[in-house]
């Protein structure tokens, strides 16, 4: 057996990104040929924010390129559910895709809502590609200020 002798010391940077590229090409659509409509199909989940201010809770969704109109927001009980969908455009649809790390199709995303909302009165608007969802807290979970008396 032959001893082979290496003049480069390990560089573990290097290793990991030679690792990086191979799994991007097991994993990348365009390189899995065949497979590329179902074997690795990815889910996607929206990345969300959940902020507690003093009287309500803000939650925020980053939703870039879905529609208002592709958006459902339900609240049952103490769970909220948002599903929702985001089309590729018409010209990309009949194109040949050389690389695509964008998403589209359909989601759902629940959350279970924090003690003390108010249900009947959350609200919902869409601004540049973030849903922000408004869920006022109701009046007896507010925090209220206690004066002390002097006897």
């Known amino acids: 057996m032959a001893i082979a002798r290496r003049n480069r010391m390990w560089d573990p940077v290097g290793e990991l990104d030679r690792v990086r590229r191979e799994i991007e090409q097991v994993f990348d659509p365009p ?3 065949t497979f590329s409509d179902g074997l690795f199909e990815r889910e996607f ?5 959940v902020v507690e201010k003093e009287n309500e809770f803000l939650v925020s969704v980053d939703l870039p390129g879905v529609d208002k109109k592709d958006l459902s927001i339900t609240v049952a009980d103490t769970v909220r559910t948002l599903k929702g969908e985001k089309h590729t455009a018409s010209e990309a649809r009949d194109a040949k895709v050389y690389r695509k790390e964008t998403w589209d199709g ?19 608007k869409m601004l540049d590609g973030v849903l922000q969802v408004l ?8 925090p209220r200020q206690i004066a002390v008396k002097v006897s």
């Open 31 to 33: 390189s899995r040929g």
């Open 45 to 49: 989940s929206p990345a969300l924010d």
């Open 106 to 124: 359909t989601f759902e995303r629940t959350l279970s809502l924090p003690q003390g909302v108010d249900t009947t009165r959350i609200e919902a």
């Open 135 to 142: 869920l006022p807290k109701r009046e007896e979970v507010k």
